[in-house]
């Protein structure tokens, strides 16, 4: 299957360079479906899941931003306690490492979506598939 | 195809450069001290006169004169002929205090200019080419040098001066530049740019560059050369000698050949003055035996450098220097070591990152820090943190291993660093700023 295609951007922690990137991305009128930023104190990686990813890249690179495209996870995860435990658990037991991950809101009421970046993506796919746990589509993640 | 512009002077035995030198030396002293009251009182201080001066054996017996003198004789003390026989100054960028302005006869430009038509003519110029020259004109001597020497070998000239560097490669791509003069860092903003354009050296019809007026390291020379598909050649002058065309590279490309006919190098211990044995590490010195106007004495550059009398494949006999391992007032002292830029580059480049790097030296809490951006390349970015801090350790300790102390390196965006298009700002010392 295709993996949710992530688009993370190299950002200079310097005033206003997260704003002219988001701003960016809103002129061209990109919708930004889910995003996280990592930062230390000499820069930040902002990490966006976006409904136009190709034309997100070749925005990006004709306005000169370093960014990478990062193939990662997109799972349902249920709106109760316990819910991203059953998920971490899965993936545990299958010895897959979690290099990071992060929630986003869904337009379905009772659910959440969560991001994870692992580090052995096809095993983690069958770990959580045969968990019974619910995979994200590319162009669910998209909001398309 | 002529190999050397002037092969009697370029390949003539050392009995007869000798020679050369002598006569011209003592006709320089006569001149000098009948002519420059400041460098008069120097010699007489020394007890020094000019029938002591025989031949160049006597050389080290004439006094020293330093960027401080210089600058107490400004602007005429230093002056050798009336002002109605010059026809040009040239000055350098006085960012080391006030400015220094050199004075031209007509004669003395036409030496000068001889002089880089020789450097133009080592690296395979000829009256077929078309010589862009890219060091900015006016009051700095790499423009106006570079041109007339153009002139001198019959290329067809591109008066560019530095900037607007789309246009510049327009230009080199409509009307088929096959030698390109500017700055090394310029070249590799230029080459740079060219990439970025879309093109690559098969576009371009360079052949060779002729690169100088700032340290840069054999690594960026590689660099520039794959990046614009040509051979650099490394020149080497300074406003008070003439300007570029003091010494210039030949296709071996293993240091610069003098043009000891004007120039008479030597190497001094920078602490005692004393004079060292070719194959030493010292400061060089030039004496100039031809100049007219301005004809500087023993002049301290405060360059580090080597001169070697091995001997050469291309065929000169032209005492050769390295290029210079950094000017003495290059050089930093970070927490009681020395530390060159160009040491920081070097290693920057050998482990697969830009020549694009600033160097800041802070001192906080009495102790002095140094904090060094590197511009990471977009398949050097990682997505993940971890790899990016692993990234900054391991060449900070790759120059703690050089150096033998730690810097605080920064990986930051391509292109974030400000290019430069003459002289690149690489250092910059806020203890300076304090004090």
Redesign the interface.
Known sequence: MNSIQQISVFVENETGKLAELTRLIGDAGIDLCALSLADTRDFGILRIIVNKPEETCTLLSDNGWTFKITPVIGVKVPDVPGGVAGILAALSDANVNVEYMYAFVNRTPGEADTIFRVDDEETALAALQNAGIEILKPEEAYGI | MAKYWNADIECMSREDMKKLQSERLVKQVKHVYENVPYYRNLMDEKGVTPDDIQSVDDLHKLPFLSKADLRDAYPYGLLAKPLSDCVRIQSTSGTTGRRVVAFYTQHDIDLWEDCCARAITAAGGTNEDVCQVCYGYGLFTGGPGLNGGSHKVGCLTLPMSSGNTERQIQFMRDLGSTILCCTPSYAAYIGETLHDMGFTPDDIKLKAGIFGAEPWTEEMRRSIEKSLGIKAYDIYGLTETSGPGVSFECEEQTGMHINEDHFIPEIIDPDTGEVLPDGTVGELVFTSITKEAFPLLRYRTRDLCVLSRKKCSCGRTLIKMTKPMGRSDDMMIIRGVNVFPSQIETVLIEQGYSPNYLIEVDRVNNSDTLDISVE?S?EQ?????KD??DKEKQLAGAIKTMLGISPKV???????ITRSEGKAVRVIDKRKLHD
């Not at chain 2, 970015?381 to 943190?385: H, P, Q, R, T």
């Not at chain 2, 920064?410 to 974030?416: A, E, M, Y």
């Open positions: 990471m977009a970015f990682s997505d993940k943190m990016i801090q920064h990986l930051v965006s391509p292109k974030s």
